[in-house]
Structures are given as C-alpha cells and as structure tokens.
C-alpha cells in the first residue's frame, strides 16, 4: 500500500503518556487519500466522533490516543488536515 509522500509534523503543546506508557510529543499526520474520505463517510458515530477516528488513522494512532490530547492540540491536527485540502502549490511550507 502506497501513502502520499507529503506529511506534516506537529509538536504538541501538551505532550501526553500513550497507554503502553511511551510519551507522544509530536504527531506525524500523512495526506488523506479518497479512500480515507469515503471510510469517514461510512463511519458510525457523529461527525465530531468520525473526524477524530479519520484524523488517528491519518496520524497512525488510536482513537484512544487521540482523545488524550487536549483541544488545543487536537485542534492543531484539524489545522494541518485541513491544509491538505489547498492543493499542493498553496499548502504554506512548514516551519
């Protein structure tokens, strides 16, 4: 299975303790692919529940891993999903 070469890492402001014990300072999230899109829209739950479960699988995390960090910086992971959306000669470099 191939992945879009681009990702995007974002340094959380609040690192948290994964359940295995292993501490998450930074997330690495992958361009989403159709296929993403169309499984979010077959997912079950609300919308804010099938976004959270789109944006782990996008990160290579539980649902349980996302729902540790805090807003501020699940709402940093949203940010950088939705800079995947621009296409690829507007998305901002990252810094």
């Known amino acids: 299975m191939s992945f879009p ?9 609040t690192p948290v303790t994964l359940e295995g014990g292993a501490e998450l300072n930074a997330v690495h999230m992958r361009e989403p692919l159709v296929r993403d899109r169309i499984a979010h829209a077959k997912d079950r ?3 804010e529940e099938r976004e959270a479960r789109m944006i782990a699988q996008l990160c290579n995390l539980s649902e349980q891993d996302i729902w ?5 910086d699940y709402s940093q992971l949203t ?6 959306m621009l ?3 507007e998305r901002p470099k990252e810094s």
């Open 5 to 13: 070469a681009e990702t995007r890492t974002i340094k959380l402001f």
């Open 87 to 89: 296409p690829p000669g």
């Open 79 to 84: 940010d950088a999903f939705n800079v995947f």
């Open 45 to 47: 739950g609300n919308e």
């Open 68 to 72: 540790l960090l805090t807003a501020a």
